[in-house]
């Protein structure tokens, strides 16, 4: 990334705090910061959109506001997490395993975790393929009407093929089949 475009997400990053402070109630002010960020950064910094909170036409002016000013916030929390990465989305995506993606790592959702692991440039097409393979059978099994019992059972041979895996890759695993229920 170029230092220009650094420059950008700084003073952007700068812009969005001061109107949060001054203007976080201010319905047309947050759509439009919203509108914005999302526009300039949903190409550049992967999984900035990720499970933002959803506004309903029959919410009112006011938690329209609050809903644009707590999704605001976490996309300056992105922003803010990707600089902190060097302004790189593959240590980001290593940020993200690490630290976990909007929270914890096993509030990874499948699709997320699918999307980091098509984003880890240290493995190769196949490996990526057999791993997302393998993540939509654990998917299969999670959601499945079947006992917790019989899920566990079936999940054990994804366990240990897990666990032969770079540890990066594991710890993702992992987080998607402790999601048993």
């Not at 001061?18 to 201010?26: P, R, S, V």
């Not at 999984?47 to 959803?54: E, H, Y």
């Not at 099994?141 to 899920?151: A, C, L, P, Q, R």
Request: aromatic share 8%.
């Amino acid at each position: 990334m170029d230092d220009n475009m650094k420059a950008i997400i700084d003073e952007d990053l700068q812009n969005s705090k001061h109107l949060l402070e001054k203007h976080g109630n201010d319905l047309k002010k947050m759509s439009a910061l919203f509108d914005s960020l999302i526009l300039k950064y949903k190409n550049i910094v992967n999984n900035i959109s990720d499970n933002l909170d959803v506004i309903f036409t029959f919410d009112s002016d006011k938690q329209k506001a609050d809903i644009y000013k707590n999704n605001i916030n976490k996309i300056v929390s992105r922003l803010e997490t990707f600089k902190y990465c060097s302004y790189n989305n593959e240590l980001l995506a290593k940020h993200y395993i690490n630290e976990g993606v909007l929270g914890h790592i096993e509030q990874l959702s499948f699709d997320e975790t699918k999307n980091i692991i098509n984003k880890m440039e240290q493995l190769s097409k196949y490996e990526k393929d057999d791993i997302i393979k393998n993540i939509n059978d654990i998917e299969s099994i999670i959601s499945s009407v079947d006992t917790k019992k019989n899920k566990w059972y079936s999940l054990r041979p994804y366990l240990l093929w897990a666990s032969g895996k770079e540890v990066d890759v594991a710890i993702l695993i992992l987080s998607l089949i402790i999601k048993i229920n």
